[in-house]
């Protein structure tokens, strides 16, 4: 199979390359999953998992990326809860070979049903940055209606989750980041931007939830400005402030099927708009994650061509549909979904508005 590969940590993205990888094979517990479109974040080739096992053993040539949608080919022995021609989104397990590939070995539980109606382009686009909200706000911030929140990064793509859940919860939003990023972040629900080159983010006032993924001396100065019993959530490592009467929480976002169907709800309703930079084919990822200019928004692949190719195992035309979605007979499938580019294209567009970071 295709797959983006790395083996030299010191290149960063500009190591990457595509190559001829063994297909995976479904272990215990485990589906494989014929990616149709994955997600990635660059920070991950600085993760110790990107590089060796649980053991610390190396295991590079390792396959980055660890969010995908795709449709299940194979199950593994005492694999329950999903099926061989399901529809499927969530996020890998970090100490294995990810998603940027045309096949990858995923444990069941990792994955949630995705809806006919929503895209793989789409779905790709939610586990991390959705995850991470999700889980920062409610699980660790605890955060309740009539509760302020101070989002930084409010135009990225964890900020754009974070703005809308919160406000969703009844939350008052300010976000931050860049000059250039003000109208997004409002675009997206934020009530209030601090430009943290040229505002004053201490004229924020006080906060009951600051959610970190900048660190630094934004940290410092934000845990001052929480109020008593807050919070300061952070998904860049442990931190180094805190708040004078408050709590501290770090995490590492972790996959969960309840919050993912959660958060698919919400995006077939209109209540939560993707962030989706850009699109690019699996031939072209390298050059799409060495981009020459900035890039607003999440880099999703579209590892799965929508042009029909050649199956290895029999499909039932009548029950495909031009997302993808397929009958299979045999264990493991090839096959592609049915459908018009532009359409594809149209209902990506849609779902992420009008615009054109796993976290520690």
Known sequence: MKAIVVTDQAAGTAGMKLAERPEPQAAINDVVVQVHASGFVPTELAWPSTWTDRRDRDRTPSIPGHELAGVVTALGYGTTGLSVGQRVFGLADWHRDGTLAEYVAIEARNLAPLPGDVDF??????PISGLTAWQGLFQHGRLQAGQSVLAHGAAGAVGTMVTQLAREA???VIGTGRAADRQKALDFGAQEFVDLDNDALEDVGG????FDVIGGDIQ???????RAGGTLVSIVGPTEARPADGLTVDFVVESDRAQLSEIVQRVRDGRLR?????????DDAVAA?????RVSGKTIIRVRPLAARAHRCKISTKQTNDRGDHSH??????????GNGRDEAGRAARAAGSDKRRHR
């Open 220 to 226: 410092k100065r934000s845990a001052g400005l929480i």
């Open 207 to 210: 906060v009951d939830l600051v």
């Open 274 to 282: 993707t962030n989706i930079g850009n699109i690019a084919t699996l």
């Open 121 to 126: 382009t789409v779905g790709a686009s939610l």
């Open 289 to 293: 994650f060495n981009p020459t200019e």
């Open 170 to 172: 009844g939350a008052y």
């Open 329 to 338: 007979e045999g264990n493991r499938g090839n096959g592609s979904g049915r």
